[in-house]
T-cell receptor
Framework: KAGVTQTPRYLIKTRGQQVTLSCSPISGHRSVSWYQQTPGQGLQFLFEYFSETQRNKGNFPGRFSGRQFSNSRSEMNVSTLELGDSALYLC??????????????FGEGSRLTVL | TQLLEQSPQFLSIQEGENLTVYCNSSSVFSSLQWYRQEPGEGPVLLVTVVTGGEVKKLKRLTFQFGDARKDSSLHITAAQPGDTGLYLCGGDSSYKLIFGSGTRLLVRP
């Protein structure tokens, strides 16, 4: 089956702009999680959605937001970009049916550079 | 706050050598997952350990979950260049994984 698809793969923005990243999960998966990966901080959890509801949120400022659509596709938005937002943003999908997290299937990521 | 620490951060070894990577926490996790990430790709699951004291083998890779479910280790026997990558451990916590900072492994031919 097709894997997790993230778009765009690469993008360059300037400080103060906003960006929207998209994630299409594996067919049948209802849970989508977003992670930020940087060399200094590693993989940090942003938020998780299941059936259009946010079930958990990480410790990121309100400039980071997300949503999930009825077809399980998800988007995340970062407003008023800062240099420190430069990172690889990874989306992961899972069935999300169980109380535990279960196996996460990651996309290749969207690499954001903020100038 | 739940944290996972991985050691070592970097490891460069010769092909054929053995190595162990550690993942430690002061918190108890219901399960731990190990992932490997190669450049330009997302992490891929290697194994999930659930039961304290559990040992799982995946070809040359041996994973162990500590009795108290606070720590885990990954042992690679006779490392090969194809094992090169970033190894991440992730602890299960309320619909999210808390990841360690990773161990970057380079296996030289």
């Amino acid at each position: 089956k097709a894997g997790v698809t993230q778009t765009p793969r690469y993008l360059i923005k300037t400080r103060g702009q906003q960006v929207t990243l998209s994630c299409s999960p594996i067919s049948g998966h209802r849970s989508v999680s977003w992670y930020q990966q940087t060399p200094g901080q590693g993989l940090q959890f942003l938020f998780e959605y299941f059936s259009e509801t946010q079930r958990n949120k990480g410790n990121f400022p309100g400039r980071f937001s997300g949503r999930q659509f009825s077809n399980s596709r998800s988007e995340m938005n970062v407003s008023t970009l800062e240099l420190g937002d430069s990172a690889l943003y990874l989306c992961a999908s899972s069935s999300g049916q169980l109380a535990n997290t279960g196996e996460l299937f990651f996309g290749e990521g969207s690499r954001l550079t903020v100038l | 706050t739940q944290l996972l620490e991985q050691s070592p951060q970097f490891l460069s070894i010769q092909e054929g050598e053995n190595l162990t990577v550690y993942c430690n926490s002061s918190s108890v996790f219901s399960s731990l997952q190990w992932y490997r990430q190669e450049p330009g790709e997302g992490p891929v699951l290697l194994v999930t350990v659930v039961t304290g004291g559990e040992v799982k083998k995946l070809k040359r890779l041996t994973f162990q979950f500590g009795d108290a479910r606070k720590d885990s280790s990954l042992h690679i026997t006779a490392a090969q260049p194809g094992d090169t990558g970033l190894y991440l451990c992730g602890g299960d916590s309320s619909y999210k994984l808390i990841f360690g900072s990773g161990t970057r492994l380079l296996v030289r031919p």
